[in-house]
């Protein structure tokens, strides 16, 4: 069943596995736990339904619907010393699907190093990118775009899953003079090259994009894994519109020492009304995203217990890195000026043409849908001699650059994928309802300004290839090699930092780290097997358990480490 509303749920259910948050990883685990009749599954979502609006399922207003206030959480990181101080609007799903029902879709999984890196963090093989293979690709079901567009030669067949329930694919369009020349240019170019496919594994090189488009329409967890025949289960209930407060201890025999954390408290997502208690008779699985899920805790009191009782919090686990260890991708934007026409797209015969037949501008997103180049730095970089290499290893990217054109503009969001800086969430309340305080620390690691510039640079290069002769008319900028003086680095930042934003992929607030370890500072949240450590009863299984962000956008990495998590507990409760 699905319940708009917290009061439509029945007084006296009982339910083995509770789930906190249905967004990606959410709406994965409630899909997979309740294919096992004898499992009674409740879902809660602070966000409404995402079933019967068509705005979430039109690829082409992702930028609309991350617009929409009700869809998203509407959090401001604090104000940013990095970037003059600059408060960042922090964007993150509040709808069932969560970040999957309203994101950018780029499908990408990152590299091989980013999922061996989680198994060294936890000091646990089977967390690699070899042990994960059949999780990397069960959620996929990669399909042809809709319509005619020809896509061999610009995907590779072997490297993706065809029956999973998510759907991805190459965009609608065919490819345009700008793609031609993306081409020419990675042919001609030593330092960058052509890559047949991103999600390899090995991603470096110049890509066609890939996106959670199935059929013309966008594919999220919540019409991937709780599509209409998943509802109907009668194991499986749905409450959307409801706000988790915390989770609390449950009542009852204690055995051990652990604290037994199986219950939720639940309220109306306006706060009005009664508070609710709901037990797992099994498990509480937390997975409101890496802000949502680390702000739970430490609304529990699970978290740094000097820092909870600051503000007031009282302790129930002293886990320090709880909410510690954030690390999201940032990007700076540079243009140039292009002799392309601006393609007018008549937005009534487009919007016609998708409801007709899944085709046309519609069925494709809003904004860089072409190539990406991912770029590490040159082996022989100073910065790389200066620093130890952050990335995860010699697959994982440093750089994402999107390759964006067709008009009178080139456009490229330059990404730093591996930044030095770690950030926090923290609360300063005992108001659960109070907003997180999220600081991305942009910026404010010297190889982060440092590497952000080669990145412009490398763009730079690309975009000065002969393949571009006659096509672009002027750099834009911003640029570091306009003006070399102390003011003209100055101004150069000023205009980075005054358009920073973030790409939105937040992981590392509780972070995996091995069974057994302990619970100071660097030690992690949760064992390897997701549980959070000192308690029982209760798991974290989202991205905030990603111990360093993937260098890739992170819905593919959420999707993989769902499905492992679904089977770690199917198993233990088996
Ligand atoms: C604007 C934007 C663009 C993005 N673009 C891309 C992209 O193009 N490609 C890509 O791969 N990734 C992208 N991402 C990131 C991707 O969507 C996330 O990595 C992914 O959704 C994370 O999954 P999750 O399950 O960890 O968290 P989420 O998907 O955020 O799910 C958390 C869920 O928990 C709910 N929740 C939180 N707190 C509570 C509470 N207290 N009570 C009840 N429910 C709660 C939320 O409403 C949400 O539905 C983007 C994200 C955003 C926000």
């Known amino acids: 069943a699905v319940y708009q509303s917290i009061d439509q749920l029945p007084e ?7 789930i906190v948050g249905g967004g990606g990883a959410g709406g994965t685990l409630a899909g997979r736990l309740s294919e096992n009749p004898k499992f009674n599954v409740l879902l809660i979502e602070a966000g409404p339904d995402n079933e019967g609006r068509e705005d979430l399922a039109i690829p082409s207003q992702n930028l609309a619907v991350q617009a929409e206030s009700e869809y998203i959480w509407n959090w401001w990181t604090v104000p940013q ?13 509040h709808v069932l699907g969560g970040g999957t029902s309203i994101n950018g879709m780029v499908y990408t999984r990152g590299a091989t190093d980013d999922y061996d890196l989680w ?3 936890a000091k646990d093989k089977s967390w690699s990118w070899k042990g994960l293979a059949p999780y990397v690709k069960k959620h996929e079901k990669f399909v042809q775009p809709p319509g005619d567009r020809n896509i061999s030669g610009q995907y590779d067949p072997r490297v993706h899953g065809y029956k999973g329930p998510v759907g991805v694919s190459l965009p609608w369009s065919s490819p345009i003079e700008f793609d031609t020349r993306v081409m020419k240019n990675a042919e001609l170019q030593d330092e960058f090259d052509f890559n047949l496919d991103p999600n390899s594994g090995r991603p470096i090189g110049v890509t066609w994009t890939q996106f959670t488009i199935g059929g013309g329409e966008r594919s999220s967890s919540a019409t991937g894994f709780l599509g209409a025949d998943v509802r109907k289960r009668p194991n499986l209930t749905i409450l959307v519109n409801t706000y988790a407060k915390r989770v609390v201890e449950t009542i009852g025999p204690t055995i051990g020492l652990r604290k037994d954390i199986r219950t939720v408290e639940i309220v109306q997502r306006s706060g009005e009304g009664p508070s609710r208690r709901v037990t797992a008779r099994k498990e509480v699985i937390l997975t409101a995203g890496a802000i949502g899920s680390s702000k739970l805790l430490l609304d529990s009191g699970i978290g740094d217990k000097t820092e909870l009782e600051a503000v007031g919090v009282k302790s129930v ?6 909410g510690k260890g954030l690390t999201d991708h940032y990007t700076a934007s540079i243009s140039w000026n292009a002799n392309g026409t601006d393609p007018v797209v008549n937005t009534t015969e487009a919007l016609d043409l998708w409801r007709k037949d899944r085709i046309g501008p519609y069925a494709e997103p809003t904004g860089p849908r072409h190539q990406i180049l991912w770029s590490r730095l040159p082996k022989d970089s100073q910065l790389l001699k200066d620093y130890k290499d952050p990335s995860a290893g010699p697959n994982a990217p440093h750089f994402e650059i999107t390759l964006s054109g067709g008009g009178s503009t080139v456009f490229a969001f330059v990404v730093l994928l591996t930044p030095y800086s770690h950030g926090s969430v923290r609360i300063n309340s005992t108001d659960p309802f109070s907003p997180p305080l999220i600081d991305l620390a942009f910026l404010t ?4 300004r440092a590497a952000l ?7 730079k290069r690309f975009y000065s290839g002969l393949a571009w002769d006659g096509y672009l008319t002027g750099f834009n900028g911003p640029d570091p090699d306009a003006d070399t003086s102390p003011a003209g680095q100055e101004e150069f930042w000023d205009k980075i930092k005054a358009d920073m934003n973030s790409f939105f992929h937040p992981c590392g607030t509780a972070a ?3 069974k057994g370890s302990g619970i100071g500072r660097g030690e992690g949240v949760v064992d390897n097997v997701l549980k959070v450590k000192t308690v029982k009863g209760l798991r974290v299984a989202d991205a905030a358990v990603i111990p360093y962000v993937p260098t890739g956008h992170s819905q593919a990495a959420v999707y993989t480490l769902a499905e492992r998590a679904a089977d770690l507990i199917k198993e233990e409760w088996a």
């Open 12 to 18: 006296k259910a009982s339910y083995d596995f509770i």
């Open 81 to 93: 010393i990095g970037v003059n101080n600059r408060s960042i609007e922090y964007k993150s799903g």
């Open 119 to 121: 198994g060294k963090f």
């Open 317 to 322: 686990a002293d886990i320090k890195d709880v």
């Open 445 to 448: 690691h010297p190889f982060d």
């Open 453 to 459: 510039i080669e990145g412009v640079r490398q763009t």
């Open 512 to 514: 995996i780290s091995p």
